[in-house]
């Protein structure tokens, strides 16, 4: 928009000089693209039919949709979903970078520990796993913190206490990601160049020190990227703990369809807000990419917020620009 | 134990016939090297002939298969119980390396720290030294090495030469007994070399014990109290520059200095 009110303040007393002088010039007409248009007016006639389909569709009561978008469960379930996700990921961070160092260190125990743990837990489903920490309670009536084989106990309590649905479920998920992301996280800390860990050494750091301070950081500039992946894949597994009845989204909204039949709506219900949530999730990814490629790009690339307020006082400047040459064209005039 | 017997003051670095193998590769054969305090002294050799990985089992980035090597008296990386050696724990290697500064030929910077936080980073979280401290003597150290201005730039906005001259304050910020240089010229334009060696020639004159191994036969020439020459893994020839570089007693050294000067 700028650039025309630009070329029409500005180009215009040139143009005919141009045409003169371009009369010997092969004129240079880039490629058009005729085919993009017809598809795009193809696609958008479908989805605008679709769209239509649905509304006009008698199966389903847009109302039902309205009432029960923000109806306090579904809110409810939204923040356990939420919740769930963090938390869950927050385990499954946590252990995964544990079982990445245990990968690459010196010593075997830890490295088939790690290789057994990403084993078992890769190479059962998932939905298996939530079913299992779900009936805990089965398996063993009572938790017990003790010595094995021998009489002392130090503290015992009731599974079903312990392990509620909430518990439950953050294992099941938590455990289960961990797996999967130790692999993203071994990734990056092999990315990571060794003669920054000899360096690191040099100056006396130890093998922790230069782990937390060096090789992390730098690493995470190669693991956040699958793991904001992995967080969106998270945020939708958590509907599979309807199975063992977390009240968490998916499961309010079985619940209500359960008792009003309203199947359809409820499911576009859910639907609506698990891709409002991961459309939510890029913003954080945006902003922790960006905090973890410093050093690595020559200059950091502006914020959506930066380029806005740039973008705002490069159009000022130009208006102001035109506003002046119109003057004094006028004036001249 | 035989340190003691040695007269006069200990040397800061003493080499015993030292051994490294890599596989069947035997790359160390016994090398045996002395740096009084205050001393530079310039390992020369063509490549593949032991010179770097001599000069990083000294701060045990290498392990030693035989032989001893003792900085300050300290014998690097094992524990004497009578006649044999244990190596050391991680922990207390990293106290050991303290004292010993070293610098690489690719620099090793740490790319997600400026060159400030870069210099500040070990005095600070290893030395435990206060922030502002730690800050005000790393604009010093830059100041020295005349980067001022580029403190809060990253490695990847600086040349090798700026790079290589932070890598040098950097290992300075930890006030080491001694200096490692892993051909600290090698990775960089010829026009970038004069600044980096400048700096190490006045790092040199103000007392700094330096072990610098190096393809600058000038800077030896200038700087180096002993320059020592290596070939095949055993130390050919050795003594003051005049002697090593102007007239070498050695075919193997004469051949070499021919092909590099």
């Known amino acids: 928009m700028t650039d025309e009110i630009v070329s029409t303040g500005k180009a215009s007393p040139l143009a005919p000089g141009l045409r003169t002088a371009g009369t010997h010039d092969v004129a240079a007409t880039p490629l058009r693209h005729p085919g993009r248009w017809v598809a795009a007016t193809v696609l958008i006639a479908l989805c605008t039919g679709w769209m239509f389909s649905l509304w006009r569709n008698p199966n389903i009561e847009h109302l039902t949709i309205a009432d029960f978008l923000f109806d306090g469960r579904i809110v409810r379930g939204v923040l356990l979903t939420v919740a769930l996700t963090g938390c869950s990921m927050a385990l499954a961070t946590t252990l995964a970078i544990l079982l990445a160092v245990m990968r690459l260190s010196a010593n075997p125990v830890l490295r088939v520990m790690s290789w057994a743990y990403t084993w078992f837990f890769r190479g059962t489903p998932l939905l298996v796993q939530i079913v299992f920490w779900g009936y805990l309670g089965l398996l063993y009536q009572t938790l017990t913190l003790g010595i094995p084989f021998t009489s002392i106990q130090f503290a015992s309590a009731d599974t079903n206490v312990i392990v509620t649905p909430f518990v439950a479920g953050l294992l099941a998920l938590g455990m289960n990601e961990a797996a999967y992301a130790s692999e993203i996280v071994r990734a990056g800390l092999l990315s990571v160049d060794h003669g920054n860990v000899e360096a690191a050494h040099s100056l006396g750091m130890s093998p922790g020190y230069t782990l937390r301070r060096i090789v992390l950081p730098q690493a995470m500039r190669v693991i956040i990227p699958p793991m904001g992946n992995e967080t969106i894949s998270m945020l939708k597994n958590t509907a599979l703990l309807q199975l063992i009845a977390v009240p968490e989204l998916y499961t309010q909204t079985s619940w209500i369809s359960a008792q009003n039949l309203h199947q359809v709506e409820l499911l576009i219900v859910a639907s609506a807000w698990y891709l409002v949530l991961t459309s939510v999730l890029s913003v954080p990814q945006y902003y922790l990419e960006r905090r973890y490629g410093r050093g690595t790009d020559r200059s950091l690339p502006l914020t959506p917020w930066q380029r806005a307020r740039r973008l705002v006082s490069r159009v000022r400047t130009r208006v102001s620009q035109v506003a002046r040459t119109d003057a004094t064209t006028e004036g001249d005039a | ?261």
């Open chain 2, 1 to 261: 134990m035989n340190t003691q017997a040695i007269d006069g003051p200990k040397p800061l670095v003493e080499a015993r016939d030292v051994r490294k193998r890599f596989g069947a590769n035997l790359v160390l054969k016994g090398i045996d090297l002395r740096v009084e305090r205050g001393q530079v002294m310039c390992l020369l050799g063509p490549s593949g002939s032991g010179k770097s990985t001599f000069l990083r089992c000294i701060n045990h980035l290498e392990r030693v298969d035989g032989g001893r090597i003792y900085v300050d008296g300290e014998l690097m990386g094992y524990r004497e119980h009578g006649d044999r050696a244990r190596e050391m724990k991680p922990g207390q290697i990293a106290a050991q390396r303290r004292s010993i500064g070293m610098v690489f030929q690719r620099f090793n910077l740490f790319p997600h720290l400026t060159a400030l936080e870069n210099i500040v980073e070990a005095p600070v979280g290893v030395a435990r030294r206060s922030k502002a401290d730690a800050r005000t003597r790393g604009m010093e150290l830059l100041e020295r090495v005349g980067l001022t201005d580029r403190a809060g730039m990253y490695p990847a906005q600086l040349s090798g030469g700026q790079q290589q001259r932070v890598a040098i304050a950097r290992a300075l910020a930890m006030d080491p007994k001694l200096m490692l240089f892993d051909e600290p010229t090698s990775a960089l334009d010829p026009e970038l070399v004069g600044d980096v060696l400048n700096v190490m020639r006045d790092l040199a004159k103000s007392g700094m014990t330096m072990i610098v191994v190096t393809h600058e036969i000038g800077f030896a020439r200038e700087v180096a109290d002993q320059v020592v020459f290596m070939d095949d893994g055993v130390v050919v020839e050795s003594g003051a520059p005049t002697d090593v570089i102007s007239n070498p007693q050695h075919d193997r050294t004469k051949t070499f200095l021919d092909s590099v000067l």
